[in-house]
């Protein structure tokens, strides 16, 4: 799944995912539709090869919600990000961190197509191509994230839950158990809700 973990991070950049409030916002998205939009790994230096990048649908409308939404006090942020181009028609994006710097470069292929080309060096270099493909409005109760339900990635999901019983998980967790066991229900339906 670390495929997963690049396109899902790729996914927080690119249509509506910059609305964090220090993240700078390029031109570009300001103008992009709201709604699904089709994640296609073309390029992947992570990959294995042979290996068959999953297709995600990113619903735009829940990142803007959880943008909004008032986040629990973290740890102070350690990266900076900096718009080092901001045309109508594309855009760079730097996010300098203490291990790593990446460059995120976005093009806008036509009014429902994005390619985005994400380089980065220091520690576990990357390099990875993503084209963001429009697709309609989100479905009710769709979640932010979510594959196939047929996919490869969807039957190992299915299979790890399908055995996972949070009280006997938590049985060891004293007096944190039904927060155990409510975090592990939690997971379960946002796993579940990936593949629906």
Same mark, same amino acid.
């Not at 718009?83 to 291990?99: G, N």
């Given at each position: 799944m670390k495929s997963a973990t690049i396109v899902i991070a790729v996914a927080c950049v690119l249509p509506l995912g910059a609305? &964090?409030?220090?993240?700078? *916002? /390029?031109? *570009?998205? $300001?103008?992009?539709e709201k709604g699904q939009w089709r994640i296609e790994m073309l390029e992947n230096s992570h990959a294995k090869p042979g290996q068959k990048m999953p297709v995600m649908t990113l619903c735009t409308d829940n990142l803007l919600k959880q943008a909004q939404e008032p986040q629990a006090a973290t740890s102070e942020r350690r990266c900076t990000d900096r718009?080092? $181009?901001?045309?109508?028609?594309? &855009?760079?994006?730097?996010? $300098?961190? /203490?291990?790593r710097t990446a460059v995120t470069t976005i093009t806008r292929e036509s009014s429902k197509s994005v390619l985005a080309e994400i380089n980065s060096t220091g520690e576990r270099p990357m390099h990875a191509k993503v084209r963001y493909t429009y697709a309609g409005a989100c479905r009710a109760g769709q979640a932010t994230m979510t594959l196939d339900k047929n996919s490869e990635q969807c039957k190992k999901i299915r299979a790890s839950i399908a055995n996972l019983d949070p009280v006997k998980s938590c049985a060891g967790a004293g007096a944190n158990r039904e927060q155990c066991e409510n975090m592990m229900r939690q997971q379960v339906a946002q796993a579940t809700a990936m593949c629906n």
């Open positions: 609305a &964090a409030e220090d993240f700078p *916002m /390029p031109r *570009m998205l $300001k103008s992009m718009l080092l $181009k901001d045309a109508s028609d594309q &855009a760079v994006l730097e996010t $300098k961190c /203490p291990e």
